[in-house]
């Protein structure tokens, strides 16, 4: 396989509460290779969107980076300046948010953003950055861009104005696109359609993708691998086909099991009890042992390392549901 | 079915924006404005059950929540009747439309804007009961500890406020606060849309629940497909304030007779869809506000005909149970199957 263009080692961010502390990200790694769709699959408060935040330097006060490591292009991100991170956004980095109207400045037209951020980044002319614009709205599926570039957002659905994100967004095709729920605001139909156009998008400019979702089953069509987060922790990595029809760890296949479509009508959904811990009070151990059906009194006392699995896979488990534990 | 607790006959329902002081000066020189016109609904007629559990889909703006509302009593319809156990509500004294309000209960998707922030869980819940002459005053915090209980809440909780519970905790609260007026008929408003899926999943798990222990019937008011498939008997599929296809979930999933039901099924991901090809139905849903002639969904349908443009297909019987408003019913000769290649593919 070829190197990775993007790797993160032991990354840990931490916010500071009145309560304490609090461990949004505890030593997560993880590799993303050019053209590579990553799925980081978690419920809410699992870490995932501040994972992707921090790849890009958008922790805020009173978030930080405590520790570890983020290699572009095997050239270290953590320390660098706001001015060098600011060239790197946009060009070689780039995200997309859930709500776009948050991404688009609402006072602006959409000509005025696009050719900023072209600008922002290449020496072109006004004149040729926006004929780029409206060529990249016409790769995002927006119907007569010329006119479209005039308009503001509010005058655009909730889906072309994704498509207006993403267009921005692979302005400068950039080496890594992080995307958080950018679909789950939407429609089946248009998130199919915005789906389908990130698909091919990404294909052609060789974009390789971080995509942050809960949604399992949007993880199942898009992505190559998966990597599944709980209570700030990677618990489970694999192939998208490995994962989904063996998973390893206890919370993935309960994460399967609560999926509506996978289970017989009429009959009660398998459940996983409880709730994921506040982080403020992640229990000891094992994170999920107070849910887990396994869990054992090993579970409670010691937190699972990262084991290797055969075909490229990795858990965080004592007690799997599959596969042998390759010898370190 | 059985004998149907709800009926709607012929409901529409239209929100107009009348002109504001500057535009009627406008039209006194002439600009010829008029009011703007809504139609949420449109002419809709649907018969649900006893026990039954009814699932309501579609796309944001296709006019399924104001349904639910209409069914749930908040909103009246503009034309149309609504039956509750076959009288219609004009017809009933005070006391019996009061019971028939009480009888059908919504449950809304946010539970954080639906519940007071300012009160405690035992008033939220506790407080109609008492005001409907359910439970007299002081019967009130055993039978909210009942309730409590009954959706998987500590009583012991009751005290507290809104804000100090999780999302699907909440979810619950909602749920008792439904309850405890002994409804015969729940609308679930996008209900679990909010949740993780594992809340989802335990929150599912209790309206089913629910639905043996009190013999409730559910409108499910959902977007989202594979949550309705789980937990419908029969299934309502709406496109711009109509209903174009009303079957048993079993028959929806497994053979979708409408264009539009078989596009949306299709894009729903799934599970098993391995790394597959995203292809889309092309196109938006139109606005409300100018929907177009004939049937809604002629614009982005590949199979329109000249027909579609120009004429409001019904609401036809093409099985047992199984409704569809489609002309493409009426045409002689085999009709256009799958309509979208890529899940052949990915059933291949």
Redesign the interface.
């Known amino acids: 396989m070829s190197e990775p263009i993007l790797s993160v080692r032991d990354l840990v961010v931490t916010f500071g509460t009145r309560e304490g502390v609090l461990t949004a990200v505890n030593g997560v790694s993880f590799d993303l290779y050019p053209a590579e769709v990553l799925g980081l699959v978690g ?2 408060g699992s870490g995932k969107s501040v994972t992707g935040l921090a790849i890009l330097g958008l922790i805020d006060a009173p978030g930080r980076i405590a520790s570890g490591s983020i290699m572009l292009d095997g050239a270290e991100l953590l320390g660098r300046s706001e001015e060098a991170l600011r060239s790197l956004r946009g060009r070689r980095l780039a995200m997309i948010f859930q709500d776009p109207m948050n991404t688009l400045n609402p006072v602006l037209r959409i000509d005025t953003q696009m050719i900023e951020a072209i600008r922002a980044h290449e020496r072109v002319s006004e004149r040729a950055a926006r004929e780029r614009a409206r060529q990249a709205l016409l790769r995002v599926g927006i119907p007569s861009p010329e006119e479209r570039l005039d308009a503001y957002p509010h005058q655009f ?1 909730g ?2 104005r994704q498509r207006i994100a993403i267009a921005i967004a692979l302005l400068h095709r950039p080496a890594v696109l992080v995307a958080d729920e950018p679909t789950t605001a939407l ?7 915005i ?2 156009e990130v ?1 091919s998008l990404a294909a052609e400019t060789g974009t390789a993708m971080l995509w942050i979702t ?5 993880i ?5 691998r998966i990597a599944v987060m709980y209570a700030g922790r990677i618990v489970e990595t694999g192939s ?2 490995d994962v ?1 029809e063996r998973p390893i760890h206890p919370y993935t296949d ?10 017989k ?2 009959v ?6 409880g ?2 811990p506040s982080l403020a009070r992640v229990p000891p151990g094992c994170p999920f042992s107070p849910r887990c059906p396994r869990a054992t009194v090993t579970c409670r006392g010691t937190m699972p390392a990262e084991t290797p699995y055969a075909g490229a896979r990795m858990a965080r488990c004592h007690h799997p549901l599959a596969g042998e534990p390759l010898a370190a | 079915m059985n004998a149907p607790i709800i009926e709607l006959d012929g409901v529409s329902k239209r929100f107009v924006k009348p002109l504001d002081a500057a535009e009627k000066v406008a039209n006194l020189f002439g600009a010829g404005l008029s009011d703007e016109v809504v139609r949420a609904v449109d002419d809709v007629s649907l018969a649900i059950g006893e026990g039954e559990v009814v699932g309501l889909v579609g796309e944001s703006g296709c006019g399924k929540s104001t349904l639910g509302r209409i069914v749930a009593g908040i909103l009246d319809p503009s034309i149309g009747i609504v039956r509750f156990k076959g009288r219609a509500s004009e017809t009933l004294s005070g006391a019996e439309r009061r019971a028939a309000q009480l009888a059908v209960q919504m449950i809304f998707q946010d539970p954080m804007a639906s519940l007071n922030p300012r009160r405690r869980v035992v008033e939220i819940i506790g407080e109609a009961p008492v005001v409907h002459g359910i439970v007299p005053a002081a019967g009130m915090d055993a039978y909210v500890c009942e309730m409590m209980r009954r959706v998987g809440l500590d009583p012991a909780s009751r005290r507290r406020y809104p804000h100090q519970f999780s999302g699907g905790q909440r979810a619950r609260i909602g749920i008792a606060r439904a309850l405890a007026v002994r409804p015969q008929v729940l609308v679930c408003d996008e209900s679990t849309a909010a949740l993780d899926v594992s809340i989802q999943a335990q929150v599912l798990n209790l309206f089913m629940r629910l639905r043996q222990e009190f013999g409730l019937t559910y409108l499910f008011v959902s977007h989202d497909l594979g949550v309705v498939q789980h937990i419908a008997d029969r299934v309502a599929v709406m496109y711009l304030g109509r209903i174009v296809e009303l079957a048993p979930a079993d028959a929806v999933f497994s053979a979708p007779n409408h264009p539009y039901t078989q596009a949306l099924l299709d894009e729903v991901p799934r599970l098993e869809a391995k790394k597959k090809k995203f292809s889309a139905l092309k196109g938006e849903i139109p606005s409300p506000l100018r929907p177009p002639p004939g049937c809604h969904f002629h614009p982005r349908c590949p199979f329109a005909f000249a027909r579609c443009r120009v004429d409001r297909p019904a609401l036809k019987e093409i099985a047992p149970d199984r409704f569809s408003a489609c002309h493409l019913n009426d045409e002689p000769g085999p009709r256009p199957g799958k309509v979208f290649e890529h899940r052949a593919a990915a059933a291949g």
């Open positions: 419920e809410s659905s889906g072309m429609d089946v139909t248009i998130q199919a359609q789906l389908a698909q809960h949604d399992l089953s949007v199942a069509g898009l992505a190559d998208v086909v989904l309960g994460l399967i099991g609560s999926v509506p479509s996978r289970n009508r009429g009660p959904l398998a459940q996983i009890p709730m994921a």
